[in-house]
């Protein structure tokens, strides 16, 4: 019996992720527990996106230091990234069509992905160095720190210049809406523009975030997620018309990448969805955002608990 001694271990450091609110509300029971862990959960986004705007504030107050350095950079990131889209110019200057898809509609299909990935890799791209962090033991000290470990990933050295790529997506995704020609726009259709780009956003989120959680076994498996990301978001420039039918399952039915903007988009410019699906998936992209939002915070909690440190 004592109230302590010399040498007596202290208490666990900070594991990373607050654990959930346990409480019941008056009343108690099963009910009231279900209801405590929703609680837990909703504090824990929160305390997350707060933790998350904080951090990615001070960077960017950071960047701004250097104001004229920061637009070059700006300019020359949005710059490298439109060559990505010159090279379609080059390929409708000697094609009329590309899979059967004019060039207005290639070009709303590059600038609908380009912007949700651009919108992705800013808000969540720095996830791609857990990897090495793992390696050399610095991810250690996000652990003992009071906040969201996935927060303070996602916005340590919060890039702004990133910008560039949304800004360049936007871009096209506005030019290919004015040149676009016999689409029928109603409503739902205007609408399905902004939603498309704000869950695919979500999607390659969801799969940075799966790429982040693999690399606590992998540790340097970030080329295979950027596979994924990078490459899908390379993918979905061009028609599925144009690649093999086992590809084009594989982006619908295994990773849903074709949720980004072809199941959409497809819908938008009248034509028939990829890979036999049935026209109301083009509506199932919010649905879709969501398991993999769900499914990637999933990963990532089983990833940072298997975490065992460096030792060093």
Same mark, same amino acid.
């Given at each position: 019996?004592?109230?302590?001694?010399?040498?007596?271990?202290?208490?666990?450091? +900070?594991?990373?992720?607050?654990?959930?609110?346990?409480?019941?509300?008056?009343?108690?029971?099963?009910?009231?527990?279900?209801?405590?862990?929703?609680?837990?959960?909703?504090?824990?986004?929160?305390?997350?996106?707060?933790?998350?705007?904080?951090?990615? @504030?001070?960077?960017?107050?950071?960047?701004?230091? +250097?104001?004229?350095?920061?637009?070059? $950079?700006?300019?020359?990131? %949005?710059?490298?990234?439109?060559?990505?889209?010159?090279?379609?110019?080059?390929?409708?200057?000697?094609?009329?069509? /590309?899979?059967?898809?004019?060039?207005?509609?290639?070009?709303? %299909?590059?600038?609908?992905?380009?912007?949700?990935?651009? /919108?992705?890799?800013?808000?969540?791209?720095?996830?791609?160095? &857990?990897?090495?962090? &793992?390696?050399?033991?610095?991810?250690?000290?996000?652990? &003992?720190?009071?906040?969201? &470990?996935?927060?303070?990933?996602?916005?340590?050295?919060?890039?702004?210049?990133?910008?560039?790529?949304? =800004?360049?997506?936007?871009?096209? %995704?506005?030019?290919? /809406?004015?040149?676009?020609?016999?689409?029928?726009?109603?409503? *739902?259709?205007?609408?399905?523009?902004?939603?498309?780009?704000?869950?695919?956003?979500?999607?390659?989120?969801?799969?940075? $975030?799966?790429?982040? =959680?693999?690399?606590?076994?992998?540790?340097?498996?970030?080329?295979?997620?950027?596979?994924? $990301?990078?490459?899908?978001?390379?993918? /979905?420039?061009?028609?599925?018309?144009?690649?093999?039918?086992?590809? *084009?399952?594989?982006?619908?039915? @295994?990773?849903? %990448?074709?949720?980004?903007?072809?199941?959409?988009?497809?819908?938008?410019?009248?034509?028939?969805?990829?890979?036999?699906?049935?026209?109301?998936?083009?509506?199932?992209?919010?649905?879709?955002?969501? @398991?993999?939002?769900?499914?990637?915070?999933?990963?990532?909690?089983?990833?940072?608990?298997?975490?065992?440190?460096?030792?060093?």
């Amino acid at each position: 019996m004592g109230s302590g001694r010399a040498g007596a271990p202290g208490p666990e450091p +900070y594991a990373g992720e607050p654990e959930p609110y346990a409480g019941e509300p008056a009343g108690g029971g099963w009910a009231g527990g279900v209801l405590g862990r929703r609680r837990g959960r909703v504090a824990l986004a929160a305390e997350g996106l707060r933790a998350y705007g904080l951090i990615a @504030v001070m960077w960017i107050r950071s960047t701004m230091t +250097y104001r004229f350095s920061f637009a070059m $950079t700006l300019l020359s990131n %949005l710059t490298v990234n439109f060559f990505d889209f010159v090279v379609i110019m080059i390929m409708f200057g000697h094609v009329r069509g /590309l899979g059967g898809f004019a060039f207005g509609e290639v070009a709303f %299909l590059y600038g609908t992905t380009s912007t949700a990935f651009g /919108l992705a890799d800013l808000a969540m791209g720095q996830t791609a160095r &857990v990897g090495r962090r &793992v390696r050399d033991g610095t991810l250690d000290t996000f652990l &003992v720190r009071p906040a969201p &470990v996935l927060a303070q990933v996602a916005a340590d050295r919060f890039a702004l210049r990133r910008l560039g790529r949304v =800004a360049q997506g936007l871009l096209v %995704l506005v030019w290919s /809406l004015v040149v676009l020609e016999g689409v029928d726009w109603t409503p *739902v259709k205007v609408l399905l523009v902004p939603l498309m780009v704000v869950t695919g956003a979500l999607i390659f989120g969801s799969l940075m $975030t799966f790429g982040a =959680a693999f690399q606590f076994w992998a540790q340097d498996g970030a080329e295979v997620a950027n596979s994924f $990301t990078y490459g899908g978001n390379t993918l /979905l420039q061009y028609p599925p018309s144009v690649f093999g039918a086992e590809l *084009v399952r594989g982006v619908v039915y @295994v990773v849903p %990448l074709a949720f980004v903007n072809w199941v959409p988009a497809l819908y938008v410019l009248g034509r028939e969805a990829p890979a036999g699906l049935p026209p109301w998936a083009a509506f199932a992209s919010p649905l879709v955002a969501a @398991v993999c939002v769900a499914l990637a915070g999933l990963a990532w909690r089983v990833g940072i608990r298997s975490y065992r440190s460096t030792g060093s």
